[in-house]
């Protein structure tokens, strides 16, 4: 739903035979090709784009850079013609899938070729709308992502995460460390390198994360010496080990992040790395080994959670040598409420993200207090990975998740009714698709839609301009549309009582 729009008086716009797609800009030709596919799909009309200005180039996009706002677009229809103003691509790529809302939600008058005017005046609420998959755990193709991906941008998401190594499998090549990769599948560096091209054309950020110094058996089972003492005689299998840890005083653990940080952050354009940081089984390792309770005493500790400042010092030091930020899963002093401060203290320049159920007005608070800046992704609205029913979906690897049902997604407020000034550190919203109960592409589709739809709009619209009944309107159009499209949606059958 956009944020300002009025209906306007008079004529419809006619799309004809002669009508084309003018681009004041050859950087535009991409995102023009995705309103030519609008066109095609709502339409059946194939309309050219040219570079000229002309009398029957009367579907116009326009690049404004005086326009404030990276993803501020104007949208105006009228009888004389349909023009997207914005001052970036990725605004005008905002405009059209706004244009392909409307279409899709006019269609008697698209089928005839007519779209009735309207003004539309809209920006995000949130700068980044995240969706996360994790081929760590199931892998996902290349091929699939990208589907993936066609699908996200329909709906504004603005960023991928990947989550590319865990205990069950790592998927990023390495240069120089073939062993991490022999477990296979995984993806090649070109093969990455393309998957980011791809996005970048459909202005989506893909965010890589490596997961340290929980969530490593797989890095473990090919270098076990970058384990704990207390582990060295235990053998790390993959799919059977968990709740291992990199060893924090270990200085080899050191030297292969650096290239490993290095290179996946040189292969990846966004400005960001997310590190994980989350579920550090620290009382099963980093409390037990001889090396780690030396630096412990070496350093005045009283707590093994306090390894966690020497241990990210480094890691993020190599971050920060590479040009980016890092991300990392917001941990507090407790898994549940109440919980007060930190983990440990993170540094000023980490983006955390909040997920454990309950606690993100917690993190809200101690983040704006702290200064750090912070996605949302919590676990009772924004978990795609758990159930929208019960009995529904994942029946395989359900280790009892709780229910998240469309409804519950949709009450998601990323302001918690708070004053701006209390959460203007929140830089987005993200839904998680963790992949344990995710065996492939069309499953993380299932889990994926339609919550997503409400997670979008808990990340672009303002609370003011949101309505359930609106919403589901709105969805079931959208619903059928991506079936078309070869999309495993759940039907949300439980909400049609609502009516
Ligand atoms: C998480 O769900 N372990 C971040
Ligand atoms: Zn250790």
Known sequence: MPNQYKIGQGKSFAVNNLTKIYTSNKQLDFTASLLQQVFKKRMNIQLPVTHSPSADATIRLIID???????????????HGLTIYGSSSIAIQDGIMTTDQLLLGDAFASSRHQIAPITISDKPRFARRILMLDPARHFLSVKDIKFYIDQMI??????????????????????????LTAGGPF?????????CNYA?????EIIPELDVPGHTVSILSAYPELACTVNDTIPKIIGTTTDMMLCCSQQEVYSFYKVIISQVCALFPSPYIHLGGDEAAISKNWAKCERCQALMKEKGYSNPAQLMIPFFDKILSYVRDAGKKAILWCELNNIYAPADDYLF??????????????LTPTCIDITKRYGNTLILAPGEYAYFDYPQMKGDLPEYNNWGMPITTLKKSYEFDPGYGLPADRYNHVDGVMGTLWGEAIIDINRALYMTYPRAFALSEA???????????????????????????????RAPFEIAKDN
């Open 459 to 489: 990340g672009w619209t303002d609370m003011e301009h949101r309505n359930w009944n609106s919403f589901r309107q709105r969805l079931y159009p959208n619903l059928l549309d991506l079936i078309k499209c070869g999309v495993s949606v």
């Open 65 to 79: 850079p005086t326009i404030k706002g990276n993803e501020t677009y104007k949208l105006t229809v009228t009888a």
């Open 154 to 179: 329909k709906y504004k998401f603005n960023a991928l995460q990947l989550h590319l190594t865990d205990d069950q499998g790592w998927r990023v090549e390495i240069k120089g460390y073939p062993k």
């Open 200 to 204: 970048a054309l459909r202005n989506v």
């Open 345 to 358: 203290p993170y540094p000023k320049d980490v983006m955390l993200v909040s997920w454990r159920n309950g």
């Open 187 to 195: 993806y090649t560096q070109e093969e990455l390198k393309d998957l």
